[in-house]
């Protein structure tokens, strides 16, 4: 669990975009990549990127946040995580 | 991480429990390849069905890490009883943490206590004819229609499909996939028995049909296309795991079994254990057992941390024990001789189960292929 609680924009797109940055090979992707597009909406992807949201940002990700655009890019996944901790 | 000392006390409970209630039946859910009730209900009194569920629906409650092993362990010790009955539990786990996990709050309410008290037992129906490890491929189509869904197609090799109460079935809609729960007793379902299978005889395994099976619209599971990604994987992923120390289990009465044997035949005026080559062989399960043991471990511990390590871990785990398992249990048939290959001897049953091991929940060779994904990819930041 991360010991820093994360609340501005900034913080949160730079830990989602270490994480990606990690699950892509190092690749550098923009806030408006599409990752699906990219070809990684494989379930193995799918699942470590729902268990990093939670566990990093401390949140659960429920059946009606599964919504292709709320993980299509990396500004996308931001703004779920902004509503769902309310920052 | 935690220290498997830290649990013999809980292990030794199930470890109890399996010789009184599931070894004595080991060899006849073989041969009549099918799990007696009184089986059933134990598992029941005891609780497995209710490990890895949540708390607030009649799961154990505590720490989840610490949660996360003692269900590891179970599995461990229902897999050294026997792999048919740890089936059971699995597919009930993996099909009922869909529900517990993406289902809506009237899906969880209706189902999980059902579930975890073992009122009701889960399977979990992706396989298909024409779609066996490229399970995006699915065919068992779902139509929307005037207040649910109707469901056509087939699906093969589900276990319990024979006995379960619901399954989770993995269909394909316009926009990709999708799960439903569907009772057993839904108008449209047919189940056909297999039988003859190689190993695993007692999972009662069944063919689904489906022929316009007509579901409410609250038999979805959230929405499509993440029937798969999301919820068949969740189910998928926790199965993988449960069933790596499933093969531990396996793995550890096979060296019970071969340290009793060889200490005990003699021949050429000496123990069967006096030879090196036997040794070489015990040599071999043990270090196999550690390093399964220790994988396994290192998933559960990351599974209860919510890490996302945890899926690569499983999968290492998964392919690792179930490999292992196949070379202990041909090493302890050759150890045991020909009394290893009667009909009477769990060291066979072993070996055949053994193989399914690698079949089901990612074949070797997917689980390779994923294996190497994630390696190439992190290896390259
Ligand atoms: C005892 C038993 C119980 C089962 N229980 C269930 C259940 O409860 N629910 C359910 O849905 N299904 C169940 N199954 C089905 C099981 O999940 C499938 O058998 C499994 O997914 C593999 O699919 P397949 O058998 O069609 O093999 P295929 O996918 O056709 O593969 C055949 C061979 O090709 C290899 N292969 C496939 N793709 C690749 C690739 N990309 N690269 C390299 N090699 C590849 C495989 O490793 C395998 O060796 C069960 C099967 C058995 C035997």
């Given at each position: 669990?991360?010991?820093?609680?994360?609340q501005?924009?900034?913080q949160?797109?730079?830990?989602i975009?270490?994480?990606?940055?990690?699950?892509?090979?190092?690749?550098?992707?923009?806030?408006?990549?599409?990752?699906?597009?990219?070809g990684?909406?494989?379930?193995?992807?799918?699942?470590?990127?729902?268990?990093?949201?939670?566990?990093?940002?401390?949140?659960?990700?429920?059946s009606?946040?599964?919504?292709?655009?709320?993980?299509?890019?990396?500004?996308?996944?931001?703004?779920?995580?902004?509503?769902k901790?309310?920052? | 991480?935690?220290?498997?000392?830290?649990y013999?006390?809980?292990?030794?409970?199930?470890?109890?429990?399996?010789?009184?209630h599931?070894?004595?039946y080991a060899?006849?859910?073989?041969?009549?390849e099918?799990?007696?009730?009184?089986?059933?209900?134990?598992?029941?009194?005891?609780?497995?069905?209710?490990?890895g569920f949540?708390?607030?629906?009649?799961?154990?409650?505590?720490?989840?890490?610490?949660?996360?092993?003692?269900?590891?362990?179970?599995?461990?010790?229902?897999?050294?009883?026997?792999?048919?009955?740890?089936?059971?539990?699995?597919?009930?786990?993996?099909?009922?943490?869909?529900?517990?996990?993406?289902?809506?709050?009237?899906q969880?309410?209706?189902?999980v206590?059902?579930?975890t008290?073992?009122?009701?037992?889960?399977?979990?129906?992706?396989?298909?004819?024409?779609?066996?490890?490229?399970?995006?491929?699915?065919?068992?189509q779902?139509?929307?229609?005037?207040?649910?869904?109707?469901?056509?197609?087939?699906k093969?090799?589900?276990t319990?499909?024979?006995?379960?109460?619901?399954?989770?079935?993995?269909a394909?809609?316009?926009?990709?996939?999708?799960i439903?729960?569907?009772?057993?007793?839904?108008?449209?379902l047919?189940?056909?028995?297999?039988?003859?299978?190689?190993?695993?005889?007692?999972?009662?395994?069944?063919?689904?049909?489906?022929?316009?099976?007509?579901?409410?619209?609250?038999?979805?599971?959230?929405r499509?296309?993440?029937?798969?990604?999301?919820?068949?994987?969740?189910?998928?992923?926790?199965?993988?795991?449960?069933?790596?120390?499933?093969?531990?289990?396996?793995?550890?009465?096979?060296l019970?079994?071969?340290?009793?044997?060889?200490?005990?035949?003699?021949?050429?005026?000496?123990?069967?254990?006096?030879?090196?080559?036997?040794?070489?062989?015990?040599?071999?399960?043990?270090?196999?057992?550690?390093?399964?043991?220790?994988?396994?471990?290192?998933?559960?511990?990351?599974?209860?941390?919510?890490?996302?390590a945890?899926?690569?871990?499983?999968?290492?785990?998964?392919?690792?024990?179930?490999?292992?398992?196949n070379?202990?249990?041909?090493?302890?048939v050759q150890?045991?001789?020909?009394?290893?290959?009667?009909a009477?001897?769990?060291?066979?049953?072993?070996?055949?189960?053994?193989?399914?091991?690698?079949?089901?929940?990612?074949?070797?060779?997917?689980?390779?292929?994923?294996?190497?994904?994630?390696?190439?990819n992190?290896?390259?930041?």
């Amino acid at each position: 669990m991360s010991e820093v609680l994360v609340q501005t924009e900034e913080q949160i797109t730079e830990r989602i975009h270490g994480f990606l940055a990690r699950s892509f090979a190092g690749r550098t992707l923009s806030e408006e990549d599409d990752i699906f597009a990219l070809g990684f909406g494989n379930s193995l992807f799918a699942m470590q990127l729902v268990s990093f949201l939670e566990q990093e940002f401390h949140f659960q990700i429920e059946s009606d946040d599964l919504e292709m655009d709320n993980f299509r890019t990396l500004r996308a996944m931001v703004q779920l995580v902004k509503k769902k901790i309310g920052a | 991480m935690r220290w498997p000392e830290d649990y013999n006390e809980f292990h030794r409970q199930w470890i109890d429990f399996t010789e009184k209630h599931i070894v004595p039946y080991a060899q006849q859910v073989d041969h009549e390849e099918r799990i007696p009730a009184e089986v059933i209900q134990a598992l029941r009194q005891q609780g497995a069905f209710a490990s890895g569920f949540p708390a607030d629906k009649g799961g154990p409650a505590g720490d989840p890490e610490d949660l996360a092993i003692r269900h590891g362990l179970m599995h461990e010790a229902l897999g050294a009883g026997s792999a048919s009955i740890q089936g059971l539990v699995n597919v009930h786990h993996m099909g009922g943490i869909i529900i517990a996990r993406w289902g809506s709050a009237a899906q969880k309410d209706y189902w999980v206590p059902r579930l975890t008290s073992g009122e009701c037992l889960a399977g979990l129906a992706i396989t298909e004819p024409n779609v066996g490890s490229d399970a995006a491929a699915v065919e068992l189509q779902a139509m929307a229609v005037q207040g649910g869904y109707t469901l056509e197609g087939t699906k093969t090799w589900i276990t319990c499909g024979q006995s379960a109460d619901v399954f989770l079935v993995l269909a394909r809609m316009e926009n990709g996939p999708a799960i439903f729960i569907v009772p057993s007793n839904t108008e449209g379902l047919t189940r056909i028995p297999i039988h003859g299978m190689l190993g695993c005889r007692g999972y009662m395994l069944a063919t689904l049909r489906f022929e316009r099976c007509f579901l409410p619209a609250e038999a979805l599971v959230g929405r499509s296309p993440f029937g798969l990604t999301h919820f068949a994987a969740t189910g998928l992923d926790q199965g993988r795991l449960n069933l790596a120390w499933a093969c531990v289990g396996m793995a550890r009465t096979c060296l019970e079994a071969c340290l009793h044997y060889a200490q005990t035949r003699h021949q050429f005026n000496a123990a069967l254990a006096e030879f090196q080559l036997v040794q070489r062989m015990i040599c071999r399960m043990t270090t196999d057992i550690e390093a399964a043991r220790l994988l396994c471990w290192r998933a559960s511990s990351t599974r209860g941390r919510n890490s996302p390590a945890a899926v690569k871990a499983s999968t290492i785990a998964k392919y690792f024990a179930s490999q292992a398992i196949n070379r202990i249990a041909a090493d302890a048939v050759q150890i045991h001789g020909a009394v290893g290959c009667s009909a009477q001897s769990p060291m066979q049953r072993i070996l055949r189960d053994a193989k399914i091991m690698e079949v089901i929940e990612g074949s070797t060779q997917v689980l390779e292929t994923a294996i190497a994904r994630y390696t190439y990819n992190e290896a390259a930041v």
